[in-house]
C-alpha cells in the first residue's frame, strides 16, 4: 500500500469549510483513497473513498488531482462535532488491512 | 440497520486470566477484521477472517492470541493469560466482500483493562 503524508493538525472556525490534504505520490492504478476519522475514545469513522473521479456523499468531498498523486477531503461546513483525527489511506481495499499513520488532528473552534 | 456491534464494551481482566471479545458484523457482511490501539498509538491491523476461515493473520502476536469468526455467531477474539501490555482498545471491522474498493466498517471498540 502507498504511504500517505498528512499534516499533523490543522484548525478550522465553525461553520467554515475544513480542506484537509493527503500526499500519496507512490501510488498504483488501482488503489484508491480512503478517509476515516476517529473522535477520542470511538471507533474510526467510515468517511468516503475514491480512485480517480470526485466523490461526494453526506459527509464530505473527496478532491484527487488529475495525477492522483495527492488528494483534498473537505467538510463544507465544519461544526464542533467535527472535532477528530482525519486519516487518508492509500489501499487496494480488498483486503482489509488498512495502514493508519498518524492523520491530521482538526480542531474546529466556535 | 444496526452498525458492527461488539461485547463487552469495556472489560478488565487480571493478569493471567482469559479475555474474550465479541463482534457481530454488519447485516450481510462476511468479512471481519480485528484491530488493536494500544494507549495513545495508532490503530494496528491484527487479522482478517471470513465465515470459518483465517484469511491473514499478519497483525497477530504469535502467543496467547487467537481469533476465530465460526459458521455461526459472533467473531471472537480470545487473549489468552493476559499481560499488562494487552490493555487497549480492540476494534472490530466488516466489509461485505473482499473486493477492490469496499467499504469496511468499524465497531465502537472493546476496551480492555489488565491489572
Known amino acids: 500500500d502507498a504511504k500517505t503524508t498528512q499534516p499533523p493538525s490543522m484548525d478550522c472556525a465553525e461553520g467554515r469549510a475544513a480542506n484537509l490534504p493527503c500526499n500519496h505520490s507512490?501510488?498504483?492504478?488501482?488503489?484508491?483513497v480512503y478517509w476515516y476519522r476517529q473522535i477520542h475514545s470511538q471507533g474510526p469513522q467510515y468517511i468516503i473513498h475514491?480512485?480517480?473521479n470526485n466523490e461526494t456523499n453526506e459527509m464530505a468531498s473527496l478532491i484527487i488531482t488529475e495525477d492522483r498523486k495527492s488528494s483534498t477531503l473537505i467538510l463544507p461546513h465544519a461544526t464542533l462535532r467535527d472535532t477528530a483525527v482525519y486519516y487518508c489511506i492509500v489501499t487496494l481495499g480488498n483486503t482489509g488491512k488498512l495502514i493508519f499513520g498518524q492523520g491530521t488532528t482538526l480542531q474546529v473552534k466556535p | 440497520n444496526a452498525g458492527v456491534m461488539q461485547n463487552p464494551r469495556h472489560l478488565v481482566r487480571r493478569r493471567g486470566q482469559e479475555a474474550r471479545l465479541r463482534c457481530s458484523p454488519m447485516k450481510g457482511h462476511s468479512h471481519v477484521y480485528w484491530y488493536r490501539q494500544l494507549p495513545e498509538e495508532g490503530l494496528k491491523f491484527m487479522v482478517y477472517?471470513?465465515?470459518?476461515?483465517?484469511?491473514?493473520e499478519s497483525g497477530m502476536p504469535k502467543e496467547r492470541f487467537s481469533a476465530e469468526f465460526p459458521k455461526e455467531g459472533p467473531s471472537i477474539l480470545r487473549i489468552q493469560q493476559v499481560v499488562r501490555g494487552d490493555s487497549a482498545a480492540y476494534f472490530c471491522a466488516s466489509s461485505y466482500g473482499g473486493s477492490s474498493g469496499n467499504t469496511i466498517y468499524f465497531g465502537e471498540g472493546s476496551w480492555l483493562t489488565v491489572v
Open positions: 475514491g480512485l480517480k
Open positions: 507512490t501510488i498504483s492504478g488501482n488503489e484508491y
Open positions: 477472517l471470513q465465515k470459518e476461515n483465517i484469511i491473514d
